[in-house]
C-alpha cells in the first residue's frame, strides 16, 4: 500500500505543519512516511504545495506526486486560481476547507472523484481564536480516510505545539475527525 497526499494552501496557513504532523503520526503508527514542500520564492499568502507519502513498504521514490490519491485543500479560495485537483486519481477524494456542501463544491469546480468539504475556518476561528486551518485539516484527512487513529493524531500535538495551544490543538483535531468520519461513512 502507498498512499500519496498532495496538500495546497497558502504560504503562512501551515501547509507544510500539516503534511510533517501527518508524517509523523504516521510513523508512530508503523509507516514509513515521507514528507516534502514545494516552493520558490513564495511569501505569506501565496499559493504553496507540500506532500505526503504513506506506505506500509519503504518509500523509495523522491518526486512530486502528480496522480495524487487525496488532495486536501486549507483555502477555499485555491479553487478560483489553482487547479488543485489536477492529476487526482478518478477513486481518489479531495478534502476541503469550504464552506458548503461537496455537491456545491464538485459543480463549482467540476470535480468528479469523491469530495469530502468541512468549514475549517469557522473551526478554527470558534477553538484557536485565529483562521489557521492547519490542524484542523489533519483531523479532517485522518477521519475521512480511516488511514490514522484519532489517539494517535492527539498524542502528535504534543510534538508539535507548546502550552494552551496543545489542549486547542487536540480539540480542533477531535472535532474535524468526527464531523469527517460522520459524513464519510
Sequence with gaps: MLIEV????????GVVTAADFLAVAGFKEGYYTLSFPTFGAEKRGTPVASFLRISDEPIVVRDEIYQPDYVVVLDPS???????TSGLKSDGMLIANYPKGPEELKAKANIKSKVATIN??????????RPITNTAMVGAFAGATGILKLETLKKTVEEFFKGALIEKNKLI????????REVCR
Design 120 to 129: 475549517a475556518t469557522k473551526l478554527a476561528i470558534e477553538i484557536l481564536g
Design 78 to 84: 485555491l479553487f478560483e486560481s489553482v487547479n488543485v
Design 6 to 13: 498532495r496538500f495546497h494552501g497558502r504560504g503562512g496557513q
Design 173 to 180: 483535531i477531535e472535532q474535524a475527525y468526527n464531523q469527517m
